[in-house]
């Protein structure tokens, strides 16, 4: 262990920042047991801080990138951007009659999603370009915005932002402050995590990669608009995720956190940097308190990047055994 | 003026920060005459720092965006980073002895860039292609950082970082100062400017957004890559810079810098937002210190956007008018 973080919990027990008792974990990390996950965050994290280390990285170059479906909030029973696009297809289908006889709509307007999953990815298109194209970036923003505030889960009747992980957002504002620029780096669409994520997460627009649909810049009556157009852009998801980094960052990131196969290519080009890098594996194995699923899943599968993860000495996080809480309103929670 | 500026300005005569005689700007914005150009930069900044103001914004929506070309650095007698591609094209053109028959890389190599210029957007494509892609991005990072240390501009005889402009970086640095995010929106490619563009600049990788081509991600002997594919991805000019905006930073702008009608809708885009905004044209009206070109030039051209700034009420700034001095090491500087 290096100096810095040593001084900083000897600082915290002093100053009574809430070593509790019984193992658990102080101050800034304390929804985190102390077990082997957590120790290698704090110890890296001094190791790239202390200007002393040979692994000391400046400042601006501390990027740390997260994947946001599975491992900042939850994904189940599906993407909660399905479950956004599903409510919209629902609100929209007074006015499109024609979808309750039309493919995937008929079976979305039924709640059988597995049977919308069946057209591939000619349905999700056409989801996507029903419930997310036609409008301005403004009209957007604003719906996504009423949606996050009213939604709930379908079987938890709890508002989305609720399902986001506490142990997570406390290493954000770890890593936050101790000047790390923290990205989300989604499969799901940019411009759906936006309009909350800097509220929910601490992280600004500027640092949200996503997928993206064609936009055209236009002027209407005077008045220039975004239009989102019936298109994919880009897709950043598996070895979209390296692309979007650089394309959107520009950097190579030196922490990862990831916790599906999707997340497998970012994970790969975080560790093939030059200097140090923490690779974070967030393992749903906790059917009492959220999910437990992996190699066998359809959302989230977790198989390739599981064995990589022991081949390579990435860091598996187990939301059973290293987690003290879930969700950022569990009972539990600190 | 509100208080803010006017107790900074104080203070810098107190300090002897240089107020410097007959109508000379005092201290950071020094390479720029007291004219109106200046002025509205200050009573700008001025209001939107000051909590006490209507106009005021907090600091994360103090969003500046630069064009590169032109705006902060010279564009003539063609964009630098076609000179880039025809240094690229010499160097590679042993290796290639079918282009000496072969458009438009015969008269690149002729030196004859109009003719080159003839086949129009697809010449141009072929150009990029042949010299920006077929690499890594580490490759081209390497590529790009020598070139920008060893080239010489061809009739200045001169590095091409000198040719960047000295009131401009003051402007960089006098936001920055400020609490605004400064950021380049280029036409050109972002993996052009991202090498130098935080040593030359003050602006990180982060902030810069331009041009991309296709990237592919893959992994070589076990080493992960990003190979540059010879396909554009994204046109970051004209109507593409209020998308590129979108697309990688996710807020409006407050306050947008060009010079050309290549630039036009970042500006509408900026001015058309709901709070303050200030739009600033640089106009290249100095013969005698760099070069003068307006409506009829083919680099750079800046005719609607001029008709538009004048009704709109932008600011037009002179560079033979409101400069005292235009490159980074022009012997008239302070």
Sequence with gaps: MSRLPFLAVVLAALLGAGCASGGAAPGPLASWHDGAARRAIVE????????????????????????????????SPAYFQL????????????????????????????????????????AVLEIVTATHAGLTAEEFDALVRAWIEAARHPTLGRPYRDLRYRPMLELLAYLGERGFATYIVSGGGADFIRPWAEEAYGIPPERVVGSTI?????????????????????????????VGIHRRIGRRPILAAGNSDGDLAMLEWTAAGPGPSLCLLVRHDDAAR?????????????????????????????????????????AAAP
């Design 44 to 75: 890296f994290a001094g190791r790239v801080t202390d200007p002393a280390s040979p692994d000391f990285v400046p400042e601006p170059g501390r990027i740390a990138v997260f994947d946001h479906d599975g491992t900042l909030w939850s994904e």
């Design 83 to 122: 479950l956004f696009a599903l409510d919209r297809v629902r609100a929209m289908a007074a006015d499109r009659p024609e979808w309750r006889e039309t493919e995937p709509f008929a079976s979305l307007l039924r709640g059988d999603l597995a049977s919308a999953a069946k057209g591939g990815e000619r």
């Design 214 to 242: 064609g936009l055209r810049y236009e002027v209407r009556d005077g008045m220039p608009v975004l239009v989102r157009l019936p298109e994919i852009d880009f897709i950043d998801e598996g070895p979209g995720k390296p």
């Design 290 to 330: 959220e999910w437990a699923y992996d190699r066998a899943s359809k959302v989230g599968r977790l198989d390739r990047a599981l064995d990589e993860a022991s081949s390579r000495g990435w860091t598996v996080v187990s939301m059973r055994e290293d987690w003290r809480s879930v969700h950022v309103r569990d």
